[in-house]
């Protein structure tokens, strides 16, 4: 039986509230959630028995996707290294030439969405294109894993997964793995090549009209939780990114069970959402950095963030770039990513009309990124390096 979505409780609660916003409690709710003023103004108008129906419709949904029959089969490629629970799993063919590209993606969620399905994966479309990728898998992080911070995964971890590629790579960061990337770049130019960036915050303070802030005021809240299991937990995790986008769980369910269960539009959906649920917890140190350094602090922006003792700064790098921002992201607003095509020297900046995980394994993932990520890393071999 699937679990999700995760938590189901917050989402039901969450659809409750909207369903009985009125303008009696419109105040309290706005001042709750000072973000959503305009759609819970919204929401008191909807007549009662559309909310019924809204709410009705949620529910369908979610049955509709916990019995689906969909079940994700694709065995993984061999694993070139490991550590701890982390390994870097190798797509490449024995004929593939060229030099090794290494994506890297976040801390908090699997590294499969880059190898979703048959059809849907982006490591073995472009490994069927003749490129040498590998993807760096995370893994659950255990007892050795929760005592990281940001170093430990950058100047360790990740340093070190890099250096057993061996020879320079190209990085390619999805998410929050593209500020680790950036990091590293910085950090070892000798081990790294190019550098590509996925949707990739920099300035967590632009286009989240002060929900970072928000986030960050609520990290004593979590300090009892994070002492206790020494991780931010996946329910408390799906909880946090449930907050920035209130409606949207609701809204996509409520869509999914209106469509054919049998078509691949379905089976896509389902796809997604297993791997959504299928979250990692967060190490306690790392979730102190990035919720009171990033989305606190806004450290990145500001020239703050230190890795190893050294400030991380984009402008620093001396290598091709390329810089891919989705136009639909709710994630990362582009107004988060843009800067660091303009910090970069250089930098091929993409902007598709897609979402933030839409662009990397949606239906139209294949010409919204891996296509001109391709063409990227082909260019690779004949242009000169930067200075």
């Not at 048959?118 to 003749?130: D, K, T």
């Not at 790294?192 to 802030?213: C, E, I, Y």
């Not at 796809?271 to 990033?294: F, S």
Request: hydrophobic share 45%; aromatic share 8%; net charge neutral.
């Amino acid at each position: 039986m699937r679990r999700g979505p995760r938590p189901l409780l917050l989402h039901l609660m969450l659809a409750t509230l909207k369903s009985s916003a009125s303008p009696a409690t419109l105040p309290s709710l706005n001042a709750a959630w000072p973000g959503l003023s305009g759609e819970w103004s919204d929401a008191a108008t909807v007549p009662p028995e559309a909310r019924l129906r809204e709410n009705a419709g949620l529910i369908a949904g979610v049955a509709a996707y916990r019995r689906h029959p969909y079940r994700r089969d694709l065995p993984d490629p061999t694993a070139i290294w490991h550590e701890g629970e982390t390994r870097v799993i190798d797509y490449a063919r024995p004929d593939a030439t060229g030099p090794v590209v290494l994506f890297v993606p976040s801390l908090v969620n699997r590294a499969y969405v880059l190898d979703l399905a048959e059809g849907r994966s982006m490591m073995r479309f472009l490994a069927a294109q003749g490129l040498r990728v590998r993807l760096l898998d995370w893994g659950w992080p255990g007892e050795a894993e929760r005592k990281f911070g940001l170093t430990d995964y950058i100047a360790g971890r990740l340093e070190r997964a890099v250096m057993a590629c061996g020879g320079p790579v190209v990085l390619a960061g999805y998410c929050m793995g593209g500020l680790l990337t950036l990091a590293l770049a910085q950090r070892r130019p000798d081990l790294v090549s190019a550098l590509a960036l996925l949707a990739t915050p920099w300035d967590f303070h632009a286009g989240d009209d002060g929900q970072g802030r928000a986030l960050a005021a609520q990290l004593s809240l979590l300090e009892p939780m994070l002492g206790l299991a020494g991780t931010l937990p996946v329910d408390l995790l799906q909880s946090l990114f449930a907050l920035l986008d209130p409606w949207g769980i609701a809204s996509k369910y409520r869509g999914f069970a209106r469509i054919d269960p049998n078509g691949e539009r379905a089976k896509l959906f389902v796809a997604l959402e297993d791997w959504l649920n299928d979250g990692i917890p967060l190490a306690a140190p790392v979730a102190r950095e990035c919720i009171g350094q990033w989305y606190g602090e806004n450290a990145p922006a500001r020239g703050a963030w230190r890795v190893a003792g050294q400030v991380v700064n984009p402008a620093a790098l001396d290598m091709p770039s390329f810089v891919a921002v989705p136009a639909k992201d709710r994630i990362v607003p582009p107004e988060s990513a843009l800067p660091l095509a303009a910090m970069l020297r250089g930098a091929v900046l993409h902007q598709p009309r897609a979402g933030h995980i839409g662009m990397a394994a949606g239906g139209t993932a294949e010409a919204a990124l891996w296509q001109p990520l391709l063409t990227w890393f082909r260019s690779l071999s004949a242009a000169p390096r930067h200075g």
